[in-house]
Structures are given as structure tokens and as C-alpha cells.
């Protein structure tokens, strides 16, 4: 028996074709059109990051002796990459292994009050749009884990960002439930006078969390969450672009 060859017609392919292309066209558009949105919320705007200690001081130390200074300058390193991309103009307390205080300054304690003093007078000079002063945490017990974002009572603008970083916090890391807390004891939140927040970023007491800490890859998503926390912050404020007045 001689089985008839059936012609299937071609042209159901080609609206297959169609659809698959249009999918493709209005993907591309849109993601342009998200990152278009996300560079006007954020660009122009002023950001101080601040990576917590740094040499002598090395802030909590973990349990396999990683250290807080190391960890939170690497993340603030990617969050002004993911910025500077965007037109954000950012500042960084420290950019390297070491402090603020005056090099003839002696003594770990008067180092850290100076060094302390130092950043919160650089952040009031140049009046940036935020302030995110990036730590990392450690308690005697090991149980404990999970990011968490703090705020001086009393400022509004202060509470919002640390209750968005919070929820990126939250969602990108997946790993902690803590709410955003007020915090009148840190000095940096205290004394400075723009919104800010201090991030804690993990418990390096904790060693699940200090393994993920110390990896790159860990590194960048708390950095993403971060961003994605200024992104929010903004956005949801609609802030217009605030820059010190010139008194030159
Ligand atoms: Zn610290």
C-alpha cells in the first residue's frame, strides 16, 4: 500500500513566527523602558556609602575569623558600581583598608571616636541625597542570622529608606524576616543631617551566614539589594533631586 504524502500547509508557522517575534519586540521595549525608569528615578541624585571600620579597627570578627571591614567594603564596592552605572553620584567614606582618624591619633578607642567623628562631618559637608552606612553584625550566640536596616527615631525620610532597603533585603536574600528598627545609640545615624541608614548586612557570629558573606556571589546580591532598596526608596518618595546649595 502506498501511503499518500500529506502537504501540511505553511502558513500556521509563519503566525507562530509572528507571535514569537512580536513576544520578542514587546519584551525588549519593555525592559528598555524599565531601565530607562530606573536610571531617571535614581540618576543625579547623591548617595554616601559608608563601609564600616577599617584599619586598625576590623569591626565584629566571625567565626572562621572573617572580618567585618573586608566584607562590607567589598559590597559597598558593588553597590557604587551598580549606582555610577545608573548616573548616581557617589561618594565612599573609605574606598580602602584604613580609617579616618588623624595619623598621629594613638589608641584603638581614640582612633574610633575620631574616625567616627570624621565621617559623620564629611557626610554633613557633602549633604548628599542619603547616607547608607553598611555593617556587618555579631552576637556571642551563633543562632542568630538574617539582614537588618536601622533608623534614628524621629525622620520620616530615614525611616522609609530603611524600611525599603529592608523589604529588598528581604525578598533578594531571602533569608531574614527582621523589620527595619529604630536606633538611637549609633553615632552615624544620630549625629548626621540627611536620611540614613545603617544596613546590617548578616551575623558573621552565625557561620552559615558568614560563609555566604564572605562569597562574591553573596557579596553581589546583598549589593543588588541594597540598590534595589535606594531604587525603591526614591521611587516611592517621588523625591525631587536634591543637591547642596552652592555657597561659593
Ligand atoms: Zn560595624
Redesign the pocket.
Given at each position: 500500500m502506498r501511503y499518500m504524502r500529506v502537504r501540511r500547509p505553511w502558513w500556521p508557522y509563519l503566525s507562530w513566527a509572528v507571535m514569537v517575534f512580536l513576544c520578542l519586540v514587546v519584551g525588549l521595549g519593555y525592559q528598555e523602558q524599565m531601565r530607562t525608569a530606573t536610571t531617571q528615578v535614581v540618576g543625579g541624585r547623591v548617595v554616601v556609602i559608608d563601609p564600616?571600620?577599617g584599619q586598625p579597627d576590623p569591626?565584629?570578627i566571625g567565626v572562621s575569623g572573617a572580618l567585618?571591614k573586608d566584607i562590607v567594603l567589598a559590597i559597598a564596592v558593588y553597590v557604587r558600581e551598580l549606582l555610577e552605572c545608573r548616573g548616581v553620584v557617589v561618594h565612599m567614606t573609605r574606598s580602602g583598608d584604613y580609617d579616618l582618624a588623624k595619623p598621629a591619633t594613638e589608641g584603638l578607642a581614640a582612633r574610633k571616636r575620631e574616625d567616627l567623628a570624621a565621617r559623620v562631618a564629611l557626610v554633613n559637608e557633602l549633604a548628599p541625597d542619603m547616607l547608607i552606612s553598611i555593617?556587618?553584625n555579631a552576637f556571642p550566640s551563633a543562632r542568630w542570622s538574617g539582614a537588618q536596616t536601622f533608623y534614628p527615631k524621629g525622620c520620616a525620610l530615614s525611616h522609609s529608606l530603611a524600611v525599603s532597603m529592608q523589604t529588598q533585603l528581604s525578598r533578594i536574600t531571602g533569608r531574614t524576616q527582621r523589620q527595619a528598627s529604630s536606633q538611637q545609640d549609633l553615632v552615624i545615624l544620630r549625629d548626621v543631617q540627611v536620611p540614613a541608614t545603617v544596613v546590617e548586612v548578616g551575623f558573621l557570629s552565625n557561620p552559615q551566614e558568614e560563609a555566604l558573606l564572605k562569597q562574591d556571589e553573596y557579596q553581589q546580591r546583598v549589593a543588588w539589594a541594597i540598590y534595589a532598596g535606594i531604587v525603591q526608596y526614591v521611587n516611592d518618595l517621588s523625591l525631587p533631586v536634591h543637591h547642596k546649595e552652592d555657597t561659593s
Open positions: 564600616g571600620h569591626g565584629s567585618e555593617h556587618a
